[in-house]
């Protein structure tokens, strides 16, 4: 069976990073953007980032611009975003797609695992993917779901 740990992404760094490096973990994936109504949530991302991280917790954001190109920015300025306007200090990972032929990996992955209102389509920037410490997919949550809604889930998670 696939799980989180049979996928690897390039970092917005350029390192490449083994997605078996999250075993254990409770994860939270996100395609992200920096020019989207919704983008204020990287506030509510890293909040939740800080009070599960010691618990065995992490955000994964991943930029996409497929969505009304609100992701125009190179990797080193939305690193330098992320990190100015909101503090980001999860795991940011370099521009992907997630929807069509060029969909990464995990995107399709992720999507396989769990339909949303467009059938396995993202529908927009930050869509939300839980996924337990075994590496499968717990829940997707809509993009307008608000991070601190997910709390219930992510402290369930991490009992399990």
């Known amino acids: 069976m696939t799980t989180l740990r049979d996928f690897s992404a390039t970092?917005?760094?350029?390192?490449?990073?083994?997605?078996?490096?999250?075993?254990?973990?409770v994860v939270l994936v996100v395609n992200t953007a920096s020019k989207c109504g919704l983008t204020p949530q990287f506030e509510g991302l890293q909040q939740l980032h800080e009070q599960y991280g010691e618990a065995g917790f992490t955000v994964?954001?991943?930029p996409c611009?497929?969505?009304?190109?609100?992701?125009?920015?190179?990797?080193?300025?939305?690193?330098?975003f992320c990190q100015r306007n909101y503090g980001v200090s999860f795991q940011m990972f370099s521009k992907?797609?997630?929807n069509g032929?060029?969909?990464?990996?995990?995107f399709k992955w992720l999507?396989?695992?769990k339909s949303g209102l467009l059938g396995d389509k993202i529908k927009w920037n930050f869509s939300k993917f839980?996924?337990?410490?075994?590496?499968?997919?717990?829940?997707?949550?809509?993009?307008?779901?608000?991070?601190?809604?997910?709390s219930g889930d992510i402290e369930k998670a991490l009992i399990g």
């Open 11 to 25: 970092a917005i760094d350029g390192q490449d990073i083994e997605l078996s490096a999250y075993d254990g973990k």
């Open 60 to 62: 994964l954001g991943f």
């Open 65 to 80: 611009d497929q969505f009304a190109n609100q992701e125009p920015g190179s990797e080193d300025e939305i690193a330098e």
């Open 96 to 98: 992907i797609d997630v």
């Open 101 to 106: 032929d060029n969909a990464h990996p995990l």
């Open 111 to 113: 999507r396989q695992q």
């Open 130 to 150: 839980l996924i337990g410490k075994n590496g499968e997919v717990i829940d997707r949550y809509a993009p307008t779901t608000a991070p601190e809604k997910l």
